[in-house]
């Protein structure tokens, strides 16, 4: 891949930019321990503003780049800036303004969610770890975001399962949002919802992009999805970036056979 693909085109400098990222798995089995190397030299800039498109198959890679963004894998060597700071590495209370910043929605919301805590107390909770605001400010700052994503305040007293797989999706973007981050790293967060609901989410995150500025990385296998909500469009295979393209580009005139594979199987399905 060339390095002009790598590089965003919005702003002189990426407001995320990775560097020869490597990440690997270790497992055990029949008392034999084995390495596999899930991303591979990985380089990628994300510009403030932008929505990138992270696609491929099973297998490919895309949810262990969002894991590393976040803090949930450790990278083995390469590095992740995010506005300048090194991520990799940053642990524990010196990574804490960067969670506040850079929040990761995933994709069955109901496996997020605490089923023996009310939505409102989740809500609050990243409020009360990473803010200075009281009960009253954070209760307050609660009901607004459920408001913005057209959720009724009765739901702050709700439980998980009395949600719909609608709801239940908002709320965890309500949980994301009420710490008013700069980054939002979804992965496959539609894939569990039916057609019509999906519809609803990706209408409300571009509404959300817009309204507040934010930079999305968005993981899916559903290409439609990507080419709706992307400014750019990556495509990963075996852990590594094999085309990164505008979206009108990607679509009209895919480079990589790989690529070509792809739009193919999802004009067929």
């Not at 034999?32 to 990628?44: C, E, F, M």
């Not at 959300?208 to 295979?237: C, E, K, P, Q, W």
Request: zero cysteines; glycine letters at 8%; proline letters at 5%.
């Amino acid at each position: 891949m060339s390095t002009e693909h790598a590089t965003s085109p919005i702003g002189a400098e990426p407001l995320i930019d990775i560097d020869g990222l490597g990440v690997e798995y270790r497992s055990r089995e029949n008392g034999r321990r084995s390495t596999v190397r899930v991303i591979d030299d990985l380089r990628l800039s994300v510009g403030r503003g932008e929505v990138l498109g992270v696609v491929g198959e099973s297998g490919s890679g895309k949810s262990t780049l969002a894991h590393a963004l976040v803090g949930l894998v450790e990278p083995v060597e390469g590095s992740i800036r995010f506005d300048g700071i090194e991520l990799v590495g940053l642990t524990g209370r010196a990574r804490r303004p960067m969670q506040k910043r850079m929040q990761m929605v995933f994709q069955n919301p109901q496996l997020s969610l605490n089923p023996r805590r009310t939505v409102g107390d989740q809500l609050s909770e990243p409020l009360r770890i990473h803010t200075d605001l009281d009960a009253g400010q954070r209760d307050e700052r609660v009901r607004s975001w459920l408001e913005s994503l057209e959720l009724t305040p009765d739901i702050a007293s709700r439980h998980p399962h009395e949600l719909s797989g609608g709801q239940a999706q908002r709320v965890v973007l309500a949980r994301a949002m009420t710490l008013e981050p700069e980054v939002m790293i979804f992965d496959e967060p539609t894939s569990a919802l039916d057609v019509s609901v999906q519809a609803g989410v990706l209408n409300l995150l571009r509404e959300l992009r817009d309204a507040n500025g934010l930079t999305y990385i968005f993981i899916t296998h559903d290409l439609a999805v990507a080419r709706y909500l992307s400014d750019r469009i990556a495509v990963m295979r075996s852990g590594e970036i094999v085309e990164l393209r505008p979206t009108t580009e990607l679509f009209s005139e895919p480079e990589h056979e790989y690529t070509k594979a792809l739009l193919a199987s999802s004009l067929q399905s």
